[in-house]
C-alpha cells in the first residue's frame, strides 16, 4: 500500500507536492520521493524514511518545476530495505518517463520475462513498479515510434498495459516535455481520484489530499480510465479497459484510508460509522449488553465503528488507551521479547477505565493476532474482570494479493481456525468478529453504483479471476521476512495518523 500524488500547476509545484505527501503519510512510511519537471528536464530526491525526514530545505530547493509527482512507500513486493525502491522511477525512453505506483502487479514475474525476452528492457530492482514502467514505457514506444506524441496515443498505450498488466495499479506518470498521465486498473482495487484549483490539476490517492492542499475533489478516475493532463491543465480522459467494473478493496473503508477521505463516492467515515452498527447486532447475538460496562476502542481507526455500537447498544465510551506515535515499527524488531516490549510502549492503559470492569474492546481487524492477545492482556493486567473483543472487520483468513502486506496463510490467526481457537489463542472472554455479507452490505449501501468489492482477504474471492494456490507462493517469496514474520498490519506496521 502506498500513497501517490501528482499535479499540474502554472506555479511551483515542490511545496504543494510536500504537503499533499504529508497528508497521505498514513498510506506508508519507509520511504518518500518527489520528482519535478522544468522544460524537459526531471529533478528527483528520494529516500528511505518519512516525508519530514527525507526532504530538507536544500532538497526542496533542487525541485524546480510546475509539474511533478510523489509517492510515500510501503513495501508489499520487492525488498523493503532498498533505497534504490524508493518511488519515483525513471526510464529515458520514450520521451522520458516518470512513474509512481500503488498497487501490486500478480503477474509481475511473467511481464520480467516477457520485457527481458522480447521487449528488450532491463529491470534493475525487485519492485514491480518499475516492472509497470517498463511496460507503459513499451506500449508508448509501439504506438508512437518515437514521433510526435498525442493524446490518442496516450490511451492507446494504457490500452496496451491494461491487456498485459494483471494485479492492483492505480499510477501516475510524467511524459517529458507532454503532461502527467493517470490511470486506474479495470477493477478500480486502489484508490485515485482528480481535483481542480483554479487552473491546476492534482490528482492523489485520498480525497483529504486534496481538501488539504486547497483542491476541490472533482471526481474519482474510473476503473479502466486512463486521465491525460497537458502542460497547460487542460484535461482529457478516455476509457481504456475492455470491460471495466468498479470493485474496490474493502480495506480501505475498514482500516487503510483516512477517515475524513471519500472514496469512490463513499464516505469513509460514514462507512466505518455502518460496520459498528452492524456490529453491535453481533455483539447482542454473542454477549449480554448488560454484562458489558464499558466499550474501548483499540486506537486509532476502530474509534467511529466503536463510538457507533455504543451508542447503539446504550453502553458508556471511554477511551482507554493512548497511543504514543513515536515509536518504531515493531514487526521490523528481532525477536517476540523486543516485538511485546514494543506494543506495550506504543500503547499505555488508562487503568480507571479499566479496574472492576467487563470490558468490550472494539478493533477495526485482527490479522496475526500477536497485537491483540497483548492488548486483551493489557487490559487484564489493568484490572478488567472480563474483556470481550470485537471486530469491525471478518476473520482475516487469506493472503491479499493486490497491495497490502499480508502474511502468508499460515501466519494468519484466522486461517484454518475456528473463532473459539482464535479466541482461545487471543486470550479474550468472547470474540465476536464482523459478518463478511453484512461488511459488505454496510459499506455498499454507501453508492448503489459499485459492482461489489475486492475482499479477498476475508473471503477468498480474488476478483481478478487469475490467481492460484501457486501464485500466492511466489508472491510471498519476495515478501522481506523478519525472525517470526511480519507483524499485525491492522494495528503496528501502519501507524496512522488518522482522526476520528
Do not use: W
Request: charged fraction near 20%.
Amino acid at each position: 500500500m502506498c500513497g501517490i500524488v501528482g499535479v499540474v500547476s502554472q506555479d511551483p509545484v515542490n511545496q504543494l507536492i510536500y504537503d499533499a505527501l504529508l497528508l497521505l503519510q498514513h498510506r506508508g512510511q519507509d520511504a518518500a520521493g518527489i520528482v519535478t519537471q522544468q522544460g524537459r528536464k526531471f529533478f528527483m530526491h528520494k529516500a528511505k524514511g518519512m516525508v519530514r525526514d527525507v526532504f530538507r530545505t536544500r532538497n526542496m530547493r533542487s525541485l524546480p518545476g510546475n509539474c511533478g509527482l510523489g509517492q510515500v512507500r510501503y513495501p508489499t513486493a520487492g525488498n523493503a530495505f532498498s533505497e534504490e525502491e524508493a518511488q519515483p522511477f525513471y526510464v529515458n525512453a520514450p520521451f522520458g518517463l516518470v512513474l509512481v505506483h500503488n498497487g501490486n502487479l500478480t503477474n509481475a514475474h511473467a511481464l520480467k520475462q516477457e520485457l527481458f525476452q522480447t521487449d528488450h528492457r532491463h529491470i534493475n530492482t525487485e519492485s514491480d513498479s518499475e516492472v509497470l514502467l517498463n511496460v507503459l514505457a513499451h506500449e508508448l514506444e509501439k504506438v508512437t515510434r518515437g514521433l510526435t506524441l498525442k493524446p490518442a496515443d496516450v490511451f492507446a498505450a494504457v490500452r496496451g498495459v491494461h491487456q498485459r498488466v494483471r494485479g492492483s495499479y492505480a499510477v501516475v506518470a510524467l511524459i517529458a516535455g507532454h503532461g502527467l498521465l493517470a490511470f486506474r486498473d479495470p477493477y478500480g482495487i486502489r484508490p485515485l481520484c482528480l481535483g481542480r484549483q483554479g487552473g491546476s490539476v492534482m490528482l492523489a490517492s485520498e480525497s483529504v489530499t486534496l481538501e488539504g492542499t486547497g483542491f476541490e475533489l472533482e471526481r474519482d478516475v474510473a476503473p479502466g480510465e486512463a486521465v491525460f493532463v497537458d502542460l497547460q491543465g487542460n484535461v482529457q480522459a478516455e476509457q481504456c479497459a475492455a470491460a471495466p467494473a468498479l470493485k474496490p478493496c474493502i480495506f480501505e473503508y475498514v482500516y487503510l484510508a483516512r477517515p475524513d477521505s471519500v472514496i469512490n463516492g463513499i464516505s469513509v467515515y460514514q462507512a466505518r460509522l455502518n460496520l459498528g452498527a452492524t456490529l453491535a447486532k453481533r455483539v447482542i447475538s454473542t454477549v449480554p449488553p448488560n454484562d458489558i460496562d464499558v466499550v474501548i476502542p483499540i486506537p486509532e481507526s476502530s474509534r467511529p465503528s466503536a463510538m457507533e455500537l455504543a451508542q447503539l447498544l446504550g453502553l458508556p465510551y471511554r477511551e482507554g488507551f493512548v497511543k504514543n506515535r513515536y515509536v518504531g515499527r515493531t514487526f521490523i524488531m528481532p525477536g517476540q521479547a523486543v516485538r511485546k516490549k514494543s506494543v506495550r510502549q506504543k500503547l499505555n492503559v488508562i487503568g480507571s477505565e479499566f479496574k472492576g470492569r467487563n470490558v468490550l474492546l472494539v478493533d477495526d481487524s485482527i490479522v496475526r493476532g500477536t497485537t491483540s492477545r497483548e492488548i486483551v492482556q493489557m487490559a487484564r493486567d489493568a484490572g478488567a474482570r472480563k474483556v470481550y473483543l470485537a471486530s469491525a472487520a471478518p476473520p482475516v483468513r487469506f493472503p491479499n494479493v493486490y497491495g497490502i502486506d499480508m502474511p502468508t496463510p499460515d501466519e494468519l490467526v484466522a486461517h484454518g481456525r475456528t473463532v473459539d481457537e482464535v479466541r482461545q489463542i487471543i486470550g479474550c472472554d468472547a470474540l465476536i468478529y464482523q459478518d463478511v455479507d453484512g461488511m459488505k452490505q454496510a459499506v455498499g449501501q454507501l453508492n448503489p453504483k459499485l459492482g461489489g468489492f475486492d475482499a479477498s482477504c476475508f473471503d477468498g474471492e480474488y476478483v481478478t479471476g487469475d490467481i492460484t494456490a501457486e501464485d500466492i507462493a511466489r508472491l510471498n517469496q519476495g515478501r522481506d521476512q523478519t525472525e517470526e514474520g511480519t507483524e499485525d498490519t491492522s494495528r503496528l506496521a501502519l501507524p496512522n495518523a488518522q482522526v476520528a
